[in-house]
């Protein structure tokens, strides 16, 4: 069993939807990642806007709110020791800087 190329797992995690909409908020080079580096850019990126849906829900001390944030800086510790942790924090910068949704 051949093992896929990086451009073949982007292309099979966008067929799937994992992607979505997350292509806008993503850093413009997104063909320069690993494969691992595109899971974990894609899961803060998922993340950080289940985060922003929720806090229009939840209290800040709840719970879940509290797991949502750790879990948020678990992958982006992922990310800098992955070597983009400056996308990761491009991502942030994005979401401080994006208007609230109704």
């Known amino acids: 069993m ?3 190329s990086d451009a073949q797992n982007r292309e ?4 799937r ?6 292509k806008s908020a993503w850093p413009a ?3 320069g990642y690993s494969a691992v580096q595109l899971f974990f850019i894609i899961r803060l990126s998922k993340l950080i806007g289940q985060r922003r849906d929720c806090e229009r829900a939840l209290d800040t001390d709840d719970w879940r709110m509290k797991l949502l ?19 990761a924090r491009t991502l942030f910068r994005q979401e401080k800087n994006a208007p609230a949704s109704l």
């Open 2 to 4: 051949a093992i896929p």
């Open 12 to 15: 099979e995690i966008e067929d």
């Open 17 to 22: 939807g994992f992607v979505e909409d997350q």
């Open 29 to 31: 080079d997104s063909t």
């Open 69 to 87: 944030n750790k879990s948020i800086y678990s992958i982006y510790r992922d990310c800098v020791e992955l070597g983009i942790g400056e996308d």
